[in-house]
């Protein structure tokens, strides 16, 4: 599941870096701690390598 904004894709590199060990995961706070805690690394991996550009900064709501 590609990362549908900037910031989903920087706070899945975050949740990413925790899993691996290379991040405290106490230094993680809202969204890549929620990730952090209910995805996969391989689902973050997925997440965290989408290219930005072209991204929006923020997600729409819909």
Known sequence: MPAKSKNQQQ????????????????????ASREMYESMSKDELEDMASTPRKGKPTKKKSS
């Not at 990413?16 to 995961?25: F, I, M, P, Y």
């Open 11 to 30: 706070a899945a590199g975050a949740a990413l870096s925790a899993k691996r060990g290379d991040t405290k995961k106490s230094d993680l706070k809202g």
